[in-house]
């Protein structure tokens, strides 16, 4: 089993990650790099042995990586994670992978192109709900599913107010592809593929966003399981309420967020498991991906999946925005 020297580019969310390496012990953070002086220094100052770089190529010309870790605003990410592939270094990309089809065509040709292993930050897959949610699927708990609903409501202007690319016209980003990706990711791990998608949106309760800061969408499966996701930016609530939710209904039982009932109709109470103490999802995900690179493994959500879930949430922005069902683009 090898050290992978990792380099870490954009330090808001990648110091998050930048946590799950270094208490990897087959990973060391060899090089950190972010335009914003602060950052770095504030970062570099905590790990004396990580060599800091204002400029991206610098870093991955000056530095003999295995491991980029890429967590810069989504408009980056196809050149950010394409350099580093391009010299022959593994990726683990943020969510959403990128925004537009013509840019999952051209993330999907460089990873082929490369070899090297890309694999997308989809965390939510590893929650105490989703993995409830997986395991009672897995042994048939629920009988067969007709509907699943997953809703994501929260208050951005005071966190795009201190990332303001979030929320700029320059580089638009809907709240379903933002923010929607981790509910249509869920819904897709759990019940499969996406057949068609309907969808309406307002832009009502955050004027300042450009474009809807509220859409929901409803996906036809492939399996015919309906599924429901949406997604709001100017949700007023108080502290701590508004997380993803997920409700799985099944001809033999359903769930509610941590809770399930399987029985007789109206008859009983929900079973609420104490989930054992989980360790940072996102902490998860780095071990997760050192393991796939020592293996030679294909991540769960590789540079494919991550392109369905992109095609998925795209064609529920294309829908909301014409008022027309859209099939997405099969990858
Ligand atoms: N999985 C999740 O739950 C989750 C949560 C938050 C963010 N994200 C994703 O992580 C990514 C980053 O989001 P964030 O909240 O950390 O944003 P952020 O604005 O807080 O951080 C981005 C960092 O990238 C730096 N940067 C920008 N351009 C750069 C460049 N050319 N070279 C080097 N550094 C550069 C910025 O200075 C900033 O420090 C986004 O794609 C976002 O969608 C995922």
Redesign the pocket.
């Known amino acids: 089993m090898s050290v992978y020297r990792v380099g870490i ?6 110091k998050q990650r930048a946590g799950g390496y270094l208490r990897n012990p087959d990973a060391r953070i060899v090089a950190a ?4 002086a602060d ?1 770095l220094r504030a970062f570099v100052a905590e790990h004396d042995d990580v060599r800091p770089y204002a400029d ?1 190529e610098e870093m991955l010309d000056a530095e003999d990586l295995d491991v980029v870790n890429v ?4 408009w ?2 196809l050149d ?1 994670a394409t350099m580093a592939l391009r010299r022959g270094r593994h990726v683990l990309l ?3 992978m990128v925004r537009s089809l013509g840019e999952v065509d051209a993330l999907i040709r460089a990873v082929e192109e490369s070899g090297r292993t890309l694999m997308v ?4 897959r590893r929650i105490p709900m989703s993995v409830l949610a997986k395991r009672l699927l897995a042994e048939d708990a629920l009988g067969d599913l007709f509907y699943a609903a997953s809703e994501t409501f929260q208050h951005k202007r005071r966190q795009f107010a ?2 303001p ?2 929320a700029s016209a320059e580089h638009p980003r809907a709240a379903l592809l ?1 923010t929607g990706i ?1 509910a249509v990711d869920l819904l897709r791990w759990l019940i499969g593929e996406v057949e068609e998608a309907s969808a309406y949106g307002n832009h009502i309760a955050y004027p300042e966003f450009p474009g809807d800061d509220f859409t929901m969408v409803q996906y036809r499966f492939a399996n015919g399981v309906i599924g429901r996701v949406g997604v709001g930016y100017g949700t007023v609530l108080p502290r701590g309420e508004g997380g993803m939710t997920l409700q799985l209904y099944g001809s033999k039982g359903s769930l509610s967020n941590e809770r399930y009932y399987i029985g007789e109709p109206g008859a009983g109470e929900w079973v609420h498991e104490e989930a054992p103490p989980m360790k940072n999802a ?1 902490w998860q995900e780095v071990d997760y991906f050192i393991e796939c690179l020592d293996a030679g493994d294909t991540p769960a959500v590789d540079v494919r999946e991550g392109a369905r879930n992109v095609a998925a949430c795209l064609a529920g922005v294309e829908a909301a925005a014409t008022g027309r069902p859209v099939t997405p683009k099969r990858y």
């Open positions: 580019v954009g330090l808001g969310l990648g790099c972010d335009t914003d950052r991206y967590s810069t605003p989504d980056m990410h950010h943020e969510k959403p930050g989809q965390n939510y201190r990332s690319w979030y933002g981790h996102f």
